[in-house]
């Protein structure tokens, strides 16, 4: 069935780190968005990116739609970057399939 | 603009009680969806509407149900409730097929 994989599920750093987190996905999508979810649960919209490059800030997103990833990319790690990262994807039906999230720490 | 609105932000249930969650989609919106995310998971999809009519069902049993109204708001209703329901409960709206934003959830505890 629609996969969508979310890597690593686990990510660590001190503060003022880069990271990069990836999103694979099983079949071609009509949108994407990345997601950050707030310590009381309500999901923050970071991009809608089905394909190619954007940015905002210390984060940056590109997704590669004929090689089915995405990735997420956030520079100089602060605190408040700590959460949950989910992408979601549609694919050409009414609903969005999100990966399991990575659960990002940022230690200062 | 205001965002979603979900309401009540907190709700406690006894087992086979019945539950109704509403949802104010963001102005201009007329896609409403439900989704299901229970802890350590990402949400799963629960039911699309449209224009008041349903699109899509996600893989949930009969118990849950939802409607949208003629100003796009939309109510979930889940009958005869389990242990495992409880959940948060997330509800976004979008235009047609582009960019979903989100509610900010109902926390349900079933005991």
């Known amino acids: 069935g629609i996969q969508v994989e979310q890597s690593p599920p686990d990510l660590i750093l001190q503060e003022g780190a880069n990271s990069t987190l990836r999103c694979n996905f099983s079949?071609?999508?009509?949108?994407l968005q990345w997601f950050h979810q707030n310590p009381w649960g309500q999901l923050i919209n970071l991009f809608y990116i089905p394909s190619g490059t954007k940015q905002n800030g210390r984060l940056s997103a590109t997704t590669v739609a004929t090689e089915r990833y995405s990735l997420l990319y956030i520079s100089s790690s602060q605190t408040t970057d700590s959460g949950v990262y989910f992408c979601?994807?549609?694919?050409?039906?009414?609903?969005?399939?999100f990966g399991t999230g990575t659960r990002l720490t940022i230690i200062p | 603009d205001a965002g979603v609105t979900q309401s009540p932000t907190h709700l406690i249930k006894t087992r086979g009680q019945h539950v109704t969650l509403r949802c104010s989609p963001i102005?201009?919106?007329?896609?409403v969806s439900w989704y299901q995310q229970v802890l350590g998971q990402g949400p799963q999809f629960i039911f699309q509407y449209y224009e008041k009519e349903e699109r899509g069902r996600g893989n949930f049993p009969d118990r849950f149900s939802a409607r949208q109204f003629p100003n796009y708001s939309s109510e979930l209703n889940v009958n005869a409730l389990l242990l495992g329901d409880s959940a948060l409960y997330l509800c976004?709206?979008?235009?047609?097929?582009?960019?979903?934003?989100f509610g900010q959830g109902t926390r349900l505890t079933v005991v």
């Open positions: 976004a709206s979008s235009r047609a097929r582009t960019e979903a934003f």
């Open positions: 102005s201009g919106h007329k896609s």
């Open positions: 079949d071609s999508v009509n949108n």
């Open positions: 979601a994807a549609n694919f050409g039906n009414e609903k969005l399939t």
